[in-house]
């Protein structure tokens, strides 16, 4: 993969929206969640989403790899539908890496055979070359001297790189994160957006939902701000951060900053 460097969205491949949504709409009842959410996301690219708490900004990232069925709409990934009926749903989120803020780790597996299991059960790897590949993943994200320890004798940041290296050892063509370091405490976010840093400088396509200013200014090609289930606004860090013109935007970063 290239280096992330040169000038701003240098190494994005424009030519090739690796995801595509079409007119997404998600209704839990009476409850609109997505209102006509249209996006696309260039291969290589790194997106942020920011937004206030229901905004829809986990609703969007659970459609696109079909943890949530949307009500109406289309996505794409790679030029194939998969809001279509006859999609292999399990092949689609082998490629759709997903870190979660709980980090779903089994509390009976150490952190090899955690980053081992969906490598055997999904993909049919052989113990042997999962096991390889599980320690090649666990090291580069600075746990290869904690292979063999469970998540109770881990930290949440620590725990928080096993369910990283777990999504990376599935080879996934983009990777989505959901607040991975909301559930964090403070001292432990550095060693996490560490590694997703690393990984967007790596090339790694990225769809990135998180409260953290910095991590998107730094990291981010494109930085979008939802609200009430709609794209406010979206352009690069300096230009939502610096020069937002929606007001919504505006009262929303005087918040937080």
């Known amino acids: ?51 206030p708490s229901g905004s829809g900004k986990s609703t969007m990232l659970r459609c696109i790899n079909l943890l949530e069925t949307p009500t109406d709409g289309r996505i794409f990934f790679e030029d194939t539908e998969i809001t279509g009926k006859k999609v292999d749903i399990n092949k689609v989120r082998a490629q759709l890496g997903m870190v979660f803020q709980s980090f779903n780790l089994f509390p009976h597996l150490t952190a090899k055979g955690n980053v081992m299991l969906a490598q055997r059960k999904v993909l049919g790897r052989s113990k042997e070359e999962a ?13 290869g001297e904690r292979i063999d320890y469970k998540p109770a004798e881990l930290s949440g940041g620590q725990q928080q790189r096993v369910a990283i290296a777990r999504a990376l050892a599935m080879r996934p063509h983009v990777m989505l994160f959901d607040e991975a370091t909301s559930a964090l405490d403070p001292e432990l976010v550095r060693d996490v957006l560490g590694v997703m840093k690393e990984l967007a400088r790596g090339g790694m396509t990225m769809i990135v939902v998180t409260h953290e200013m910095g991590f998107a200014r730094d990291v981010a090609d494109r930085v979008i701000f939802m609200d009430g289930g709609v794209i406010v606004e979206e352009g690069t860090p300096e230009e939502v951060f610096d020069h937002p013109k929606s007001d919504r935007t505006k009262d929303f970063l005087g918040h937080i900053a």
């Open 1 to 51: 993969m290239d280096d992330k460097t040169g000038a701003p969205g240098s190494h994005v491949n424009y030519d090739e929206p690796v995801v595509r949504i079409e007119g997404l709409k998600k209704a839990f009842d009476d409850n609109v969640v997505l209102r006509n959410v249209n996006l696309e996301v260039y291969r290589g690219e790194v997106v942020v989403i920011l937004g």
């Open 131 to 143: 096991e390889r590949i599980a320690v090649e993943e666990l090291t580069k994200v600075g746990l």
